[in-house]
């Protein structure tokens, strides 16, 4: 029964983290629409809502289970992953992982154990 609850608190985790990117995106969008948008900036952009998103979902998971927080950190940031290169495939983008992809995965990973370690401590 434990694992089930933490399966769901992971899938909260990821399901937050992806409302927070929906927010962020709108809010860029919105800024894009009155300025320049410059394509370098775009993807660093990219690169912080994923980062930030994914800090958020594994720190709520992690708070919600209360144990092994760098793992639970991970999960939530190999689910984000997965999802959003699922819907970028399903969008017509395909599988076709960049070298910014790969920097952009192991970003997530890397925050997302971090933030789940620190989301156990805090």
Partial sequence: MEEKGS?????QGVVRGFFLTLAL?????IVTYFLKSNPKIDSIYFVV????SVM?????SVKKIQKRGWLIGL????????????????????FDI???GILRIALA???GTLSGMLGINI
Avoid at 7 to 11: L, R, T, V
Avoid at 75 to 94: E, K, P
Wanted: glycine content about 8%; overall charge positive; some cysteine.
């Fill in 49 to 52: 809502i994923t980062a930030f």
């Fill in 7 to 11: 399966i769901i608190c992971i899938g």
């Fill in 109 to 111: 990973l890397f925050v």
């Fill in 98 to 100: 960049s070298s910014y």
């Fill in 75 to 94: 999960t939530v940031a190999i689910v984000y992953m997965l999802v959003v290169f699922l819907v970028s495939a399903v969008n017509g983008r395909g």
């Fill in 25 to 29: 995106l709108i809010i860029y969008a």
């Fill in 56 to 60: 958020y979902g594994s720190i709520y």
